[in-house]
């Protein structure tokens, strides 16, 4: 794109306004601009015309590379990635933490399970020979244990039914033991 006297007044430069003596100073301190008068409009006016002035001269003498873009122009052109580097490292570091914790987490689980499944087995295993070497009276003895342990918590099992099934059972339609 070339840079021409139009494209240089289009830009939008930073403007300092102060007040000494009962006039006002504006100031364009990227391109040294600075005009005073004591209205506000003519100020302005004045700096205007400096601003467009010091651009013809600079273009007159090839000298466009020099002038000075508006702050804000640089910003976007140049700390876009510089900007967002900081943001992805944090995320990349993140992501990483994330995944690393994920393994371990996994790990311990699967490790955890192993040993659950160890002793469960053991434990079925343990209960089975006791119940072989058991005699047959005691054997009667804990069945009816367990029928009677089965139809007390029956209510509390059919509630669970209902909850897991995902059904409403209403009050009056529940089935009394």
Known sequence: MEKDLEYYKKLHYDIILKKKSGRFVLSI?????????VS???????????????????????????????EAMR????NLFSSL?????????IAFIGVVGMQVAISKIKSLEHDLS??????????????????????????MELRETVQNIRPFVDEFKVLLEGKEDKP???KKP
Do not use: G, W
């Open 40 to 70: 506000l409009e003519k100020a302005y006016e004045k700096l205007e015309s400096e601003k467009e002035k010091y651009f013809q001269e600079m273009i007159a003498s090839d000298s466009q590379s020099y002038i000075k873009e508006p």
């Open 85 to 93: 580097a900081p943001f992805s490292i944090k995320l990349a570091l």
């Open 172 to 174: 009056e339609s529940r």
């Open 29 to 37: 301190p990227e391109l040294c601009c600075i005009e005073e008068d």
């Open 118 to 143: 160890k002793k469960a087995h053991s434990v079925v295993t343990d209960l089975n020979n006791k119940f072989k070497s058991m005699p047959p009276e005691r054997k009667e003895e804990i069945r």
């Open 75 to 78: 910003l976007k052109k140049s």
